[in-house]
């Protein structure tokens, strides 16, 4: 949480603006209080996207998911102005972290625990489904534990379970898959239609995550875990005897196998009651939060905090992808793929790692986000370095360190106060989305373009980024914060007015081939001269 200053907003619609909970690609969500005082996540897009009339008419339908849903098992919408300049979406603020965050911070959760997150889900989820919506987007992230019980969050793709036109929004096109791979189902990961089984299906996905750390079909790529999710028989040993059973239903590759959430409450039995529901990390982990929010209500001044930066408008025809979530581009599925080797189970750990996830944090997707480079060359006479343009993507290949390129992911930008050009680059043919590189130039003079891109968003320290020290080149670098993003790793590289960022998805030796990447991307820059 950070605070927000004089370059930021004071309101939002009637909420005063206190801080920043989070942010990534397509926008942030602001901390605010009602004129009653009470606190609100307010998710605000980004002001590029809201030009875009297909990504409005998605926010709409996000606001009218999200007043569907019974606030006893979501974050309840307090107002929303989806018409607004900066279209704004308000729900009541529910203290709490993620599954996600407590998993990784304190380790993997008792039987007893797991009986009682399921039970939660299961009601959640006949909660949606009662409202006629799918989820579609269910992992560890978009779940709260809160103290009177589990919340789910995030709408932002769901999804009627009637009167769906395909392609009405521009949700869903050829050559995607929409979802989180990870937690997916087999008829997701095949982009076939979705029913409400397939949010039962991320429950036993996460339920195993729970008692192991990661998902079942975790593979080393994302094609192999598509694959994995479609074909292979997840390893349930580390699932206790009491609901490996369940778990085994909920996993079923023919989705008219699965128990419906009604049926996974009679499976599970009663949940007895206690004071306590959750693991001791879960409360020191609210109170870390609370008092995150007392520091910024109490402060007498304000620090700006940048808004997250601009991502690059997609050409047309294709739209933009959704926000909050992950968009792979969709392969064949084959039977012939090659098995993975299982994932191993980690151990368990205890950290002091504290993650703070408020209702509708909105999470930068991996999509639509490449890197941003810029040369790193000074104009003569100039402080820092400045620059003009950037390079073309076909000038730019023979400098960048990966085999292959994907042309129809490139797309650029340009008007006369920043240019923008992103690149695709692939390391095998199995995989032809391994690696973005962008190059987001802010025009208008050495200084006043260089506050604007601060302003604009360059990667600051809040919200869990982690600053890069002695890169050795650029002004500043800072690695994507854990969960901000589905790149293995994402690194932002500052130099004067440019930004470059490099994401990546591949595993083993990520971070020094990131580096090299932003690197060698500053070469082929055209510097400033006049």
Same mark, same amino acid.
């Given at each position: @949480?950070?605070?927000?200053?004089?370059?930021?907003?004071?309101?939002?619609?009637?909420?005063?603006?206190?801080?920043?909970?989070?942010?990534? %690609?397509?926008?942030?969500?602001?901390?605010?209080?009602?004129?009653?005082?009470?606190?609100?996540?307010?998710?605000?897009?980004?002001?590029?996207?809201?030009?875009?009339?297909?990504?409005?008419?998605?926010?709409?339908?996000?606001?009218?998911?999200?007043?569907?849903?019974?606030?006893?098992?979501?974050?309840?919408?307090?107002?929303?102005?989806?018409?607004?300049?900066?279209?704004?979406?308000?729900?009541?603020?529910?203290?709490?972290?993620?599954?996600?965050?407590?998993?990784?911070?304190?380790?993997?959760?008792?039987?007893?625990?797991?009986?009682?997150?399921?039970?939660?889900?299961?009601?959640?989820?006949?909660?949606?489904?009662?409202?006629? $919506?799918?989820?579609?987007?269910?992992?560890?992230?978009?779940?709260?534990?809160?103290?009177?019980?589990?919340?789910?969050?995030?709408?932002?793709?769901?999804?009627?379970? #009637?009167?769906?036109?395909?392609?009405?929004?521009?949700?869903?096109?050829?050559?995607?898959?929409?979802?989180?791979?990870?937690?997916?189902?087999?008829?997701?990961?095949?982009?076939?239609?979705?029913?409400?089984?397939?949010?039962?299906?991320?429950?036993?996905?996460?339920?195993? @995550?729970?008692?192991?750390?990661?998902?079942?079909?975790?593979?080393?790529?994302?094609?192999?875990?598509?694959?994995?999710?479609?074909?292979?028989?997840?390893?349930?040993?580390?699932?206790?005897?009491?609901?490996?059973?369940?778990? #085994?239903?909920?996993?079923?590759?023919?989705?008219?196998?699965?128990?419906?959430?009604?049926?996974?409450?009679?499976?599970?039995?009663?949940?007895?009651?206690?004071?306590?529901?959750?693991?001791?990390?879960?409360?020191?982990?609210?109170?870390?939060?609370?008092?995150?929010?007392?520091?910024?209500?109490?402060?007498?001044?304000?620090?700006?905090?940048?808004?997250?930066? !601009?991502?690059?408008?997609?050409?047309?025809? !294709?739209? !933009?992808?959704?926000?909050?979530?992950?968009?792979?581009?969709?392969? !064949?599925?084959?039977?012939?793929?090659?098995?993975?080797?299982?994932?191993?189970?980690?151990?368990?750990?205890?950290?002091?790692?504290?993650?703070?996830?408020?209702?509708?944090?909105?999470?930068?997707?991996?999509?639509?986000?490449?890197?941003?480079?810029?040369?790193?060359?000074?104009?003569?006479?100039?402080?820092?370095?400045?620059?003009?343009?950037?390079?073309?993507?076909?000038?730019?290949?023979?400098?960048?360190?990966?085999?292959?390129?994907?042309?129809?992911?490139?797309?650029?930008?340009?008007?006369?106060?920043?240019?923008?050009?992103?690149?695709?680059?692939?390391?095998?043919?199995?995989?032809?989305?391994?690696?973005?590189?962008?190059?987001?130039?802010?025009? %208008?003079?050495?200084?006043?373009?260089?506050?604007? $891109?601060?302003?604009?968003?360059?990667?600051?320290?809040?919200?869990?980024?982690?600053?890069?020290?002695?890169?050795?080149?650029?002004?500043?670098?800072?690695?994507?914060?854990?969960?901000?993003?589905?790149?293995?790793?994402?690194?932002?590289?500052?130099?004067?007015? $440019?930004?470059?960022?490099?994401?990546?998805?591949?595993?083993? %030796?990520?971070?020094?081939?990131?580096?090299?990447?932003?690197?060698?991307?500053?070469?082929?820059?055209?510097?400033?001269?006049?």
């Amino acid at each position: @949480m950070e605070r927000v200053g004089p370059a930021g907003p004071t309101h939002v619609g009637p909420f005063k603006v206190a801080g920043v909970l989070g942010q990534g %690609g397509m926008g942030r969500v602001l901390l605010c209080a009602g004129p009653d005082g009470r606190l609100v996540a307010v998710k605000q897009v980004l002001a590029h996207f809201a030009d875009d009339e297909d990504f409005r008419a998605r926010f709409r339908r996000e606001v009218a998911a999200s007043r569907k849903v019974s606030g006893a098992y979501t974050a309840a919408v307090m107002d929303a102005d989806p018409d607004a300049p900066t279209p704004w979406l308000a729900s009541v603020f529910v203290s709490g972290p993620s599954l996600g965050a407590v998993v990784r911070a304190d380790g993997v959760l008792e039987e007893a625990v797991v009986h009682r997150l399921a039970a939660g889900l299961a009601s959640a989820l006949a909660e949606i489904h009662r409202a006629g $919506l799918i989820h579609r987007d269910l992992k560890p992230d978009n779940v709260l534990l809160t103290e009177d019980g589990v919340r789910v969050i995030d709408l932002g793709i769901a999804r009627a379970t #009637e009167g769906e036109v395909e392609g009405d929004t521009g949700l869903t096109r050829t050559g995607w898959v929409i979802g989180s791979p990870s937690f997916m189902s087999p008829e997701q990961a095949e982009s076939k239609p979705l029913t409400p089984a397939s949010d039962v299906f991320s429950l036993g996905s996460m339920l195993v @995550m729970a008692f192991t750390g990661s998902s079942p079909f975790a593979g080393t790529s994302t094609l192999q875990t598509l694959y994995d999710v479609v074909h292979s028989t997840p390893d349930l040993s580390a699932v206790p005897d009491g609901l490996r059973g369940i778990v #085994e239903r909920c996993l079923a590759k023919d989705p008219a196998a699965r128990p419906t959430p009604a049926q996974l409450l009679e499976l599970l039995g009663p949940v007895a009651p206690t004071g306590l529901q959750w693991p001791p990390a879960v409360y020191r982990m609210q109170a870390e939060q609370r008092a995150e929010i007392d520091r910024l209500l109490s402060a007498d001044t304000a620090t700006v905090v940048a808004p997250p930066p !601009e991502p690059l408008p997609v050409p047309e025809p !294709e739209p !933009e992808p959704e926000p909050d979530e992950v968009a792979e581009r969709a392969v !064949e599925v084959s039977e012939s793929a090659p098995p993975a080797e299982p994932a191993p189970t980690p151990p368990r750990r205890r950290s002091r790692t504290v993650a703070l996830v408020a209702a509708g944090v909105l999470v930068a997707t991996g999509v639509g986000v490449g890197a941003y480079t810029l040369d790193h060359r000074a104009a003569e006479g100039a402080g820092p370095a400045a620059y003009a343009d950037v390079p073309a993507c076909q000038k730019a290949t023979q400098y960048i360190p990966l085999t292959g390129r994907d042309a129809k992911q490139d797309f650029h930008s340009a008007n006369k106060n920043e240019v923008h050009t992103m690149c695709t680059w692939y390391d095998s043919l199995a995989d032809r989305r391994t690696a973005l590189v962008r190059w987001d130039v802010k025009r %208008g003079g050495d200084d006043g373009a260089n506050a604007r $891109l601060q302003q604009a968003g360059f990667a600051t320290d809040g919200a869990g980024a982690k600053r890069v020290n002695n890169l050795g080149f650029g002004d500043g670098a800072y690695w994507a914060s854990p969960g901000s993003t589905e790149w293995t790793c994402a690194l932002s590289v500052r130099h004067g007015n $440019l930004v470059v960022w490099v994401g990546l998805y591949q595993p083993g %030796g990520c971070e020094q081939k990131a580096k090299e990447i932003a690197k060698a991307a500053l070469k082929p820059v055209p510097v400033k001269t006049g």
